[in-house]
């Protein structure tokens, strides 16, 4: 059952866009805090999501696009045959729900990977604030360009590297995103399991559980279950850049 769906009495709480801890990274950066307030008063209530609940389904209605307060989250489509693909892993500051903004319905599933939190916007009413804020309008503008960056990131990682380059790039990327939050990049834990990943990168499990085991082996990085601990950070950059030795799964 969808999270709006599942709501029951004590799972909601107010929003305040300009006390929030995520709010540079969010809809409501360079805001004043007059407008933040403003943004504030379309979200009505956040929402927490259990581990293992989705937040929408595909072919769901657009309602709401979906500010991570806090948590991450995944989104998988699935083909005709039933297979499904995973597409992204989101964290806090990062929005959900953009994929039904051109026909009004979702294409993918949004499921929670941990107890999270989210702001819903209602997207009529982020429309109409958007035309009266330039600001706003500007971060919104600003996220959705970052969801063509990475859609082409993906592309890159799936057309031109290597499995090896792939996990190096998959991890260089949480790195920058765990610092830009004021998180150690060096050291943190996998929220989604190998076969997530995997399937994200376009490899077979066992592919990555190589790839891993090369990282690993070279003295690169230091992953024991989820705990993931980057030794040489150069190096894995040196990887990703091309510049990388050392053995190569293909």
């Known amino acids: 059952m969808t999270a709006h769906l599942a709501a029951v009495p004590g799972l909601f709480l107010k929003a305040e866009c300009s006390n929030c801890s995520v709010s ?16 504030a008063a379309i979200i009505p ?7 293992g609940t989705a937040l929408y389904h595909a072919g769901d209605p657009l309602r709401s696009l979906y500010g991570v307060r806090f948590g991450f989250f995944k ?6 045959d039933g297979r499904d693909q995973l597409t992204g892993f989101q964290m806090s500051g990062e929005l959900l729900g953009c ?41 919104l503008h600003r996220v959705l360009s970052k969801e063509i960056v990475r859609d082409h990131e993906m592309l890159l990682l799936m057309g031109n590297l290597n499995a090896e380059e792939r996990m190096a790039a998959f991890l260089l990327n949480l790195s920058g995103r765990m610092a830009t939050r004021g998180y150690s990049h060096t ?51 040196a990887l990703v850049s091309g510049c990388g030795h050392g053995p190569k799964i293909l």
């Open 24 to 39: 540079e990274l969010c809809l409501s950066i360079g805001m004043s805090v007059t407008d933040s307030d403003r943004l």
């Open 45 to 51: 209530q956040r929402i927490k999501i259990k581990k």
């Open 75 to 80: 989104t998988t489509i699935s083909s005709q």
């Open 99 to 139: 994929d039904a903004i051109s026909d009004a319905r979702h294409v993918c599933d949004a499921v929670a990977l941990e107890d999270s939190e989210v702001c819903p916007i209602h997207f009529t009413q982020l429309e109409r604030l958007s035309r009266e804020l330039p600001s706003l309008q500007h971060n």
């Open 187 to 237: 050291a943190f834990v996998l929220r989604m399991t190998r076969e997530d990943i995997g399937s994200y990168l376009g490899l077979r499990l066992e592919t990555i559980c190589r790839a891993i085991a090369n990282l690993r082996d070279q003295g690169i990085v230091r992953i024991s279950g989820r705990a993931v601990e980057i030794l040489e950070l150069n190096r894995l950059r």
